[in-house]
């Protein structure tokens, strides 16, 4: 707030790329110092414009820019890990950075409804952060550590996304949903949780299933 008033110039622009209103005292009085707001997406712009009055002629949305020859050229890839066409299992992916928000305890929880439906699956965990040490210890306490695979962190995370049956985000959150239109872009049938980015990307479900944010949810799509 400080720094918007104190900056001397003619027009000011702020992006908000977040699906939940976390700041509301703050920024009630911090969007009318700026000139133009810009949304992540439309699912953004209606929360921001049911959230606070006055700005509607203020936000415009741009989405992120995704190069789909890019993402597809990447995907061609070869990755030594996978051995998976050699079996019979269902595989499974999820990408994103471990953090609470992007629900990798509920991909684990979901996991285990799998395995105990006898549902044979890998399921690649791509990325790593703050929560991976909690996801892992989850894996062990449900004794899943031969059907998750988690790589950490790989510069290229398409072959993976590729690869897979079934493309899951179980976000509590999602502003956008990058991973999610990746996906797509590579044909591969999407699950995500109810979010606002799953909403954008898949076009309230054209394009992929969106499920309750649950592990059942999950699991039943």
């Known amino acids: 707030t400080e720094m918007a008033a104190c900056v001397n110039t003619k027009k000011r622009i702020v992006f908000f790329r977040s699906s939940v209103d976390l700041h509301h005292d703050m920024l009630v009085n911090l969007f009318p110092k700026f000139d133009r707001i810009i949304a992540v997406s439309q699912g953004v712009k209606d929360m921001l414009c049911e959230s ?16 789909a ?21 269902l595989i499974l992916a999820t990408c994103g950075r471990m953090s ?6 509920l991909a684990v929880e979901s996991a285990k409804h799998l395995k105990e439906s006898n549902v044979d699956f890998i399921w690649y965990f791509i990325g790593d952060g703050a929560e991976i040490n909690t ?20 510069d290229n995370p398409f072959p993976y996304i590729k690869m897979c ?10 502003s956008y949903g990058r991973t999610i239109k990746e996906a797509v872009i590579l044909g591969k049938p999407v699950v995500s949780t109810d ?6 990307v898949l076009e309230d479900g054209r394009y992929g299933e969106i499920v309750q944010i649950s592990p059942d949810g999950i699991t039943r799509s």
């Open 52 to 67: 606070y009055s006055g700005i509607d002629d203020k936000v415009c949305v741009i989405e992120n820019y995704i190069d």
């Open 69 to 89: 020859d890019e993402v597809i050229n990447k995907s061609n890839e070869v990755v030594d890990v996978f051995n998976c066409y050699s079996n019979e299992k």
């Open 100 to 105: 609470l928000e992007k629900g990798f305890d």
């Open 135 to 154: 996801v892992e210890q989850l894996i062990s306490e449900y004794s899943l550590t031969d059907d998750i695979v988690i790589t950490g962190y790989v």
């Open 165 to 174: 049956d079934i493309y899951i985000q179980p976000s509590y959150h999602e």
């Open 195 to 200: 979010t606002v980015g799953a909403h954008t």
